[in-house]
C-alpha cells in the first residue's frame, strides 16, 4: 500500500507517525528540493528559459534508492525541460497527494480532474480553459523529465531509464484524471528524510 510510504518515525518517542497531506501541506523528498529539481521562475527571464533543457547529477541522493544498489548503479542524472516553482511544483505536488489520498492500482491512480487542479492549488474559480493551460504544460514537463541509472565499466554499460511520471491522462468532458508511476521509484516518495513544505 502506497500510503504505508508517509510514514515516519518520530526519534524522540521511536512512534511512527503517519504523515498525512492536506490542503496545505504535502510529504516532498528532500532529495528533489535539494537537487534543485524545481527552481524559481524570474520574471524576467521566464521566456528566456522556458524551454531550457535542465541536467542534474543525483548521484549522491538516488543511488541510496534500492533500485540502484539492486543493479549495483553508480551514477543517477535527471534530465528534462526546466521545472518551475510557479507551477510545475504544485503540480506535482498535487501527483503526491493524488498518489497519497486515493486509491493505488497497480501504478495508476485516478481521480476528478476538478479535485486533482485543487490538489495542485489552483482556485476552483478558474475556468476550464485556464485549468487546462495551467495543468497541461506542467504535466508534459514532468512526464518528460527523465531519471537514468547507470553503471559503466571498461566493457560493458548498464542503464534504467525512467521518467518522474509514466504517464498521465485527463478528460475534463469526464471529469478525469489518470497518473501512472514507475514502481521502481515509489521508493522516491517514501526517501529516508521528508518534511512537510508549507504552500504559500
Given at each position: 500500500?502506497i500510503?504505508?510510504?508517509?510514514?515516519?518515525?518520530?526519534?524522540?518517542?521511536?512512534?511512527?507517525?503517519?504523515?498525512?497531506?492536506?490542503?496545505?501541506?504535502?510529504?516532498q523528498?528532500?532529495?528533489?528540493?535539494?537537487?534543485?529539481?524545481?527552481?524559481?521562475?524570474l520574471?524576467?527571464?521566464?521566456?528566456?528559459?522556458?524551454?531550457?533543457l535542465s541536467?542534474?547529477?543525483?548521484?549522491?541522493?538516488?543511488?541510496?534508492l534500492?533500485?540502484?544498489?539492486?543493479?549495483?548503479?553508480?551514477?543517477?542524472?535527471?534530465?528534462?525541460?526546466?521545472?518551475?516553482?510557479?507551477?510545475?511544483?504544485?503540480?506535482?505536488?498535487?501527483?503526491i497527494?493524488?498518489?497519497?489520498r486515493?486509491?493505488v492500482?497497480?501504478?495508476?491512480?485516478?481521480l476528478?480532474?476538478?479535485?486533482?487542479a485543487?490538489?495542485?492549488?489552483?482556485?476552483?474559480?478558474?475556468?476550464?480553459?485556464?485549468?487546462?493551460?495551467?495543468i497541461?504544460?506542467?504535466?508534459?514537463?514532468?512526464?518528460?523529465t527523465?531519471?537514468?541509472?547507470?553503471?559503466?565499466?571498461?566493457?560493458?554499460?548498464?542503464?534504467?531509464?525512467?521518467?518522474?511520471?509514466?504517464?498521465?491522462?485527463?478528460?475534463?468532458?469526464?471529469?478525469?484524471?489518470?497518473?501512472?508511476?514507475d514502481?521502481?521509484?515509489?521508493?522516491?516518495?517514501?526517501?529516508?528524510?521528508?518534511?512537510l513544505?508549507?504552500?504559500k
Open positions: 500500500d500510503k504505508k510510504l508517509f510514514g515516519e518515525v518520530d526519534k524522540s518517542s521511536g512512534e511512527l507517525v503517519t504523515l498525512t497531506p492536506n490542503n496545505n501541506n504535502t510529504v523528498p528532500v532529495a528533489l528540493m535539494r537537487l534543485g529539481v524545481f527552481v524559481p521562475t520574471k524576467s527571464l521566464k521566456n528566456s528559459k522556458k524551454n531550457t541536467r542534474t547529477d543525483a548521484t549522491e541522493e538516488l543511488t541510496r534500492s533500485l540502484a544498489r539492486a543493479e549495483g548503479f553508480d551514477k543517477v542524472e535527471i534530465t528534462g525541460p526546466r521545472l518551475d516553482m510557479d507551477n510545475d511544483f504544485k503540480t506535482w505536488v498535487g501527483i497527494h493524488s498518489f497519497a486515493h486509491n492500482i497497480g501504478d495508476k491512480v485516478e476528478p480532474f476538478v479535485e486533482f485543487k490538489l495542485c492549488g489552483i482556485p476552483s474559480s478558474q475556468s476550464s480553459r485556464r485549468l487546462r493551460e495551467r497541461s504544460p506542467s504535466l508534459k514537463r514532468i512526464a518528460g527523465v531519471i537514468s541509472f547507470s553503471r559503466t565499466d571498461e566493457k560493458h554499460t548498464r542503464e534504467y531509464i525512467t521518467h518522474l511520471v509514466q504517464s498521465a491522462y485527463y478528460d475534463t468532458e469526464r471529469d478525469i484524471v489518470q497518473l501512472q508511476a514502481p521502481r521509484l515509489f521508493e522516491l516518495y517514501q526517501f529516508d528524510r521528508k518534511v513544505l508549507q504552500l
